[in-house]
């Protein structure tokens, strides 16, 4: 079996988010550890994953080549704890894409809430069940009932993705203001006794980690400043303030031009898109691959493979 094939075989990046080990980082929905990471290196072929600045160089930017590279996304720790040994190992240089709330005392508590429904939950779906009781199950019950070609079509574009996990995200986007959102999992943090702040050191990279990484010949890419999970929808004013204050952030950490960006949660808009040509942003990652993928309509917008889809033909 080989990595590459017809739906494939074009210039694109392997997306990664986490990574768990045995004393530092927990198992979680979609996570992966050292061993695993290393047989989709092998699957893929080290002869076909492309450093960062090589991938993005004008000689090898072409739809005809069957080159990847490797994209990490959210500034998380698990990554440099367990994905960087390998990348040295392989001499991989790869793309960390990193939000920069992060490195205030006011995050996004995205990857927060997913720690805690994986720490204090028995699993994801014991996670749910309770998420969609304090909102209302008859609530829920309507709002999904007008939601069903859209769940199958996020499916679709989203094979890694539970049924679960699609109804949640759209409760979460659509039918939750964030104020609202944000007073669920309060309750749940005081039903459980959870403190959040206790976890971000855990949870996210320092300063100092991301001055690592981009010494040590990663390149490091905007993120927007707090993720927002529907970016589209923010005002021009406020996608021009999100991406600023971010691109300020990571030239100042790392000394060096910024020159790429992930969209979080692989939203974005026409004016995303100038915002980014007006900052001499370059090359931009999405979230899906697909047959269409291969007709690039421009450098903002190159093609990602999740890791998870991977992981399931190696398996």
């Known amino acids: 079996m080989h990595y590459f094939n017809k739906k494939n075989n074009f210039l694109h990046g392997i997306m990664f988010h986490h990574f768990h080990d045995r004393t530092k980082h927990i198992e979680s929905q979609g996570s992966i550890n050292s061993k695993d990471f290393t047989k989709i290196i092998k699957f893929i072929g080290r002869k076909n994953i492309l450093n960062a600045d090589d991938f993005l160089k004008e000689k090898n930017r072409n739809n005809k080549s069957k080159k990847v590279c490797?994209?990490?996304?959210?500034?998380?720790?698990?990554?440099?704890?367990?994905?960087?040994?390998?990348?040295?190992k392989f001499k991989i240089k790869g793309v960390f894409f990193v939000y920069s709330s992060i490195f205030t005392n006011k995050p996004n508590l995205l990857e927060v809430y997913r720690y805690f429904r994986t720490k204090y939950f028995k699993n994801v779906n014991s996670f749910y069940e309770l998420f969609f009781k304090l909102i209302g199950e008859k609530k829920i019950k309507n709002f999904i009932k007008f939601k069903k070609r859209e769940i199958k079509k996020?499916?679709?574009?989203?094979?890694?993705?539970?049924?679960?996990?699609i109804k949640f995200r759209l409760v979460r986007d659509e039918l939750l203001s964030d104020r609202e959102y944000n007073q669920i999992f309060k309750k749940m943090f005081k039903l459980s006794k959870f403190n959040p702040r206790k976890v971000y050191k855990k949870l996210f990279l320092s300063k100092k980690d991301l001055k690592s990484i981009s010494d040590a010949g990663h390149m490091v890419g905007l993120h927007s400043h707090s993720h927002p999970t529907q970016f589209s929808k923010l005002s021009l004013i406020q996608q021009k303030k999100e991406l600023k204050i971010n691109h300020s952030f990571i030239k100042r950490i790392t000394n060096k031009k910024v020159k790429c960006i992930s969209y979080p949660c692989g939203d974005y808009n026409i004016h995303t898109l100038r915002i980014l040509r007006n900052m001499s942003i370059k090359f931009g990652f999405k979230q899906v691959l697909n047959n269409r993928s291969?007709?690039?309509?421009?450098l903002l917008e190159i093609p990602r493979e999740d890791h998870s889809n991977i992981m399931k033909r190696i398996s």
């Open 70 to 88: 490797f994209t990490f996304d959210d500034g998380l720790k698990s990554q440099i704890d367990v994905a960087l040994p390998i990348l040295k």
């Open 294 to 298: 291969k007709y690039i309509k421009s």
């Open 154 to 165: 996020k499916k679709k574009t989203f094979p890694f993705y539970t049924i679960n996990d």
